[in-house]
């Protein structure tokens, strides 16, 4: 079993930046795509971001494509989400995950959840 646990969410000004991460435990990650998902209340979670096994992939979701960055670390059992540019739009529970490929962590077919970390984005 794995589990996940995020960190580094928090409340920042429009415009700022934050970078969440999420360390692994229980077994290695590094055979594991890595995802990034965001939910507000009354809605359905939105996929943001995935990220190959070994990095040489990753996919953004359009609304925070160019701002948002993905990153892994696999000798450390972490992956990163590095947020620019942040909008009040972007308010949400992040919340990381495991998957078998991009493609599938896009399907949200996941193996393991984090338990999320809340960001809020003031105007």
């Known amino acids: 079993q794995v589990q996940l646990v995020e960190s580094g969410g928090g409340l920042v000004q429009a415009g700022g930046s934050l970078r969440l991460s999420c360390a692994a435990s229980?077994?290695?990650?590094?055979?594991?795509?890595m995802g990034w998902f965001r939910q507000t209340p009354g809605k359905e979670r939105e996929f943001v971001a995935a990220i190959s096994v070994t990095g040489d992939i990753t996919n953004y979701a359009d609304s925070v494509k160019g701002r948002f960055t993905l990153s892994r670390d696999n000798a450390k059992n972490m992956g990163y989400l590095q947020m620019n540019s942040l909008k009040p739009d972007d308010t949400a529970v992040y919340y990381c995950a495991t998957g078998p490929s991009t493609a599938r962590i896009r399907l949200r077919l996941i193996n393991y959840w984090g338990q999320g970390t809340q960001v809020t984005v003031s105007s």
């Open positions: 229980g077994r290695t990650i590094s055979d594991s795509a």
